[in-house]
């Protein structure tokens, strides 16, 4: 947790180590001066003294508490300065912000989860969060695309979870290279050939806009209904307090009444891709 006595003063953490997950994304592994915790699907804050700071939500297991990380993509400025960083290098993080994953409600469940791209971070979490409550939860259903084969991250986390009981993975690109031998097409086509009992179930969608906007189409077309669709929304945040304003989508403030939003709850709100 923050300072107390100043909301916006960041826990120091020190990088560990830099895991190079694709030409653009990288996971920075931190460990903060005191216990971190978090709930899955919560974002933060994270710093670089002197350059800025940034929210993203943390990929690692919230059941570890002594350590962090954090999947970045390089997309501007502090994300630039952040993937030149090495091992040693002091960081900054506030928070924990926001609402996550409501996993109480997930038990007894048929998980579905729809990623892409840098959307498998903040679902990397949740899925290790699910992984310690299988016994609890019917099946977890996880299909994923990305723009090419070297652009998905975690590459050996599929094969674990194809090896763990009820978890199913499925993997998809949009552009084919010579080694690749799955399927290639957009992450909702993965939907087309899944077995799901969609009453029971509940289903989770994280990736870049255009894919939340025609996931959320084609899962409410398969007959979820809208409260059963969770969606992590980014919008561009500045305090994550709830105070700013710069996070506004239509009468919510995504840093606080989010960032995962039932698609019953949000889906009025104009432009929200
Ligand atoms: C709740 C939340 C969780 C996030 N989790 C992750 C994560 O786990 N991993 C990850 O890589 N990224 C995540 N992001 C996006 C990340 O915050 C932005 O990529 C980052 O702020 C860009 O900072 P920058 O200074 O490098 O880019 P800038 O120089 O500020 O901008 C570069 C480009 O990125 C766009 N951009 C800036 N901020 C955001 C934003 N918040 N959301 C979307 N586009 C933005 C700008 O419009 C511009 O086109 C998350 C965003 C939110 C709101
Ligand atoms: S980021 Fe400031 S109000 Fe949400």
Redesign the pocket.
Known sequence: MADINNIYKPLRATLEDVIEESPL?KTFVLVPEREFIFRTGQ?IELSVEGI?E????P?SSPLITDRLE???????????YMHDLKPGAMMGIRGPY?RGYPVDEFKGKEILILGGG?GL??IRSLLFTLESMTDKLEKVILCYGSKTPADCIYKPLFSRLNSIDKFETYRTVDITDDEWEGPVGVATTLLDNIRVDIDRSVAVVCGPPIMMKYGTKRLVEMGYRDNQIYLSM????SCGLGKCGH?MMGEFF??KDG?VFTWDEIKHVPEIW
């Open positions: 994304i974002f800025g940034a929210p993203f939500t990929s954090v999947t970045v993509m390089k997309t501007g400025f502090v994300t630039e926001g840098c971070a903040p980014e919008k561009n945040m996070c995504v840093c960032p």
